[in-house]
């Protein structure tokens, strides 16, 4: 939100079963001209059942989404 002063900082946490397994910080780009800051996230690749977790906040505002994802066996 360019209309708030602080800069944004974002969590990463992944997690197989109730387990955290993993978790991150990155530093995040400038946004670009369209004010978005496009990312990309390294995922867990051996096989199990996983769910991430990432958090943005900036200033007082924060949002949450979980993902669930599988990695089969070759």
Request: aromatic residues 4%; hydrophobic residues 40%.
């Amino acid at each position: 939100d360019a209309t708030v002063d602080a800069k944004p900082h974002m969590e990463v946490e992944f997690s197989l079963g109730d387990r955290v397994i993993a978790s991150q910080t990155p530093d995040l780009p400038a946004p670009d001209a369209s004010g978005a800051i496009p990312m990309s996230i390294a995922t867990v690749t051996e096989p199990g059942k996983y769910a991430i977790k990432i958090a943005v906040q900036q200033g007082s505002q924060r949002v949450e989404r979980h993902l669930t994802y599988s990695v089969t066996a070759p």
